[in-house]
């Protein structure tokens, strides 16, 4: 059993940059694939960014494609995403997933962390 704490969430003015981490406890992370999802208030929850486990195969949502990045460090059990140029449209509630295979599918995922905010104001 995999548990996820995300971090790095607040207020951030269009334009600027965040990062946003999340710690991962529990056995085997490095086997897991890891994924970012958001949920905006009144939305379905999206995808953003999948890693596999060792790192060298990455996904990303068109809508943040060239914006974002995800990597991860398994020797620290942690997965990071950062995010530049933000948008208001990319306030939400953004959380981390472990999984089997770093798929776009929530149901591709296992484990998820409780989320932390990002908001974006114009």
């Known amino acids: 059993q995999v548990q996820l704490v995300e971090s790095g969430g607040g207020l951030v003015q269009a334009g600027g940059s965040l990062r946003l981490s999340c710690a991962a406890s529990?056995?085997?992370?490095?086997?897991?694939?890891m994924g970012w999802f958001r949920q905006a208030p009144g939305k379905e929850r999206e995808f953003v960014a999948s890693v596999s486990p060792s790192g060298n195969s990455i996904v990303y949502a068109d809508s943040v494609k060239g914006r974002f990045t995800i990597s991860r460090a398994n020797v620290a059990n942690m997965v990071y995403l950062q995010m530049n140029s933000l948008k208001p449209e990319d306030k939400a509630v953004y959380s981390c997933?472990?999984?089997?295979?770093?798929?776009?599918?929530?149901?591709?995922?296992?484990?998820w962390g409780q989320g932390t905010q990002v908001t974006v104001s114009s």
């Open positions: 997933a472990a999984g089997g295979t770093s798929g776009w599918r929530t149901s591709e995922y296992d484990y």
């Open positions: 529990g056995r085997a992370f490095f086997t897991y694939s």
